[in-house]
């Protein structure tokens, strides 16, 4: 789950139908809840496996962590989920 490369991804989409026609994008995502209030999502996977995924591909804290990695802001600016949300906006989408 890497925004920059879904970025890439998109400009060479967006390149390739205005030039050639239609394209196929796939994207890996991962849901940390169920699909509902009646799924809870932790009948068919363990807590340890959501856990892991979200440490090792959560892409809003892959973002952060570069973003801070190369001092574009700091860590008090992206602690609250409000701020990390519009942080990601920032750095991935724009």
Excluded: N
């Excluded at 169920?34 to 591909?57: A, L």
């Excluded at 519009?86 to 750095?91: K, L, Q, S």
């Amino acid at each position: 789950m890497d925004a920059f490369a879904v970025k890439q991804a998109c400009k060479f989409a967006k390149e390739h139908v205005l030039q050639k026609g239609p394209i196929i994008l796939e994207m890996d995502t991962y849901r940390y809840h169920g699909h509902s209030m009646s799924d809870p999502g932790s009948t068919y996977r363990s807590r340890d496996e959501i856990s892991g995924v979200r440490q090792e591909r959560d892409p809003v804290e892959r973002i952060r962590k570069l973003v801070l990695a190369h001092y574009l802001t700091t860590d008090k600016c992206c602690a609250s989920p409000w701020t990390r949300i519009g942080f990601t906006y920032r750095f991935s989408i724009c």
